[in-house]
């Protein structure tokens, strides 16, 4: 996947290269990480990566597999910490392949007739 600019800086508009779906509480798909301790509840996806609603933190730049729980089928991808705030952490797909990717982009297109784009 393309790299995504990531720091919004003075003066430079930011331009997302994916959509992104920002879902309602009832909504929200489960989270946990690949042998790390991560459990949330993703309340912003696209094909670019995701935020995460949790209790946990890591530091900027972190590699780590997410193990996502859609209807459509499990997805597990390698991401990367690119933005930390208090209640969440926004991470950037790096590897999403196969039948994962599938059963995301499958999701995404529900959110999409459900009218969730953010």
Known sequence: MPSV???EQPG???TRHYERFRLPEQNEIPCEGVGISLQGYVSVIGLGGLFVRTTESYEFGKRLTLR????EGPVEAKAVVRYAAPGGIGF???ELRGHHERNLRNAL???ARLGFKD
């Open 68 to 71: 996502l729980h859609c209807e």
């Open 5 to 7: 600019p990531h720091v």
């Open 12 to 14: 430079r508009r930011y």
């Open 92 to 94: 950037e797909f790096v």
């Open 109 to 111: 297109l529900r959110f």
